[in-house]
């Protein structure tokens, strides 16, 4: 490819930007198009309910909410969260981390998301395993709701077709 033509990645979207730089200067540069997550537009929404009132509505269940956490973190170091808050999480909803079969974790930077799936020491056939942000897109005002839902769509092999 010349130097300054368009860049498209998988999902289509121009990052012309990309090759504007001198291939040398990319060395030194954090972040990239070409390891970063397309801004994408998306909404998402989750709805909770209880057991009962689902049975009774005739609504399926398509997964349990067990546990949350918030935390803290430097806010000069972008996208470690996923790091501190997922083990907070999971000591609250009982079971090791390892006991897990999947994890769904934004993939905003590519550097980012190696960090913490080097700190949380997670296999990675068990995260993203239908494609994150980098892939699919990083809706920013959705990403936690989508986030959600396509861990619950992708532990129950039933629901795939809505993936």
């Known amino acids: 490819m010349a130097h300054g033509a368009p860049w498209r990645m998988a999902h289509g979207a121009p990052h012309s930007y990309f090759w504007k730089h001198d291939s040398r200067m990319l060395m030194f540069m954090s972040y990239t198009a070409g390891n970063s997550s397309q801004v994408s537009d998306g909404a998402g929404a989750v709805l909770l309910m209880k057991r009962s009132v689902a049975m009774q509505k005739g609504l399926p269940i398509l997964g349990v909410f067990r546990s949350f956490a918030a935390v803290g973190v430097d806010p000069a170091i972008i996208g470690v969260g996923p790091a501190v808050v997922i083990p907070a999480a999971v000591k609250s909803a ?62 129950n092999p039933y629901y795939q077709h809505l993936l």
């Open 94 to 155: 009982g079971p090791e981390l390892g006991d897990r079969d999947l994890f769904e974790i934004n993939e905003a930077f590519a550097s980012q998301f190696v960090y913490c799936r080097k700190k949380l020491e997670l296999d990675p056939e068990k995260i993203n395993v239908n494609g994150g942000a980098m892939a699919i897109g990083h809706p920013l005002g959705a990403i936690g709701t989508t986030s959600y839902a396509y861990a619950i769509l992708n532990v």
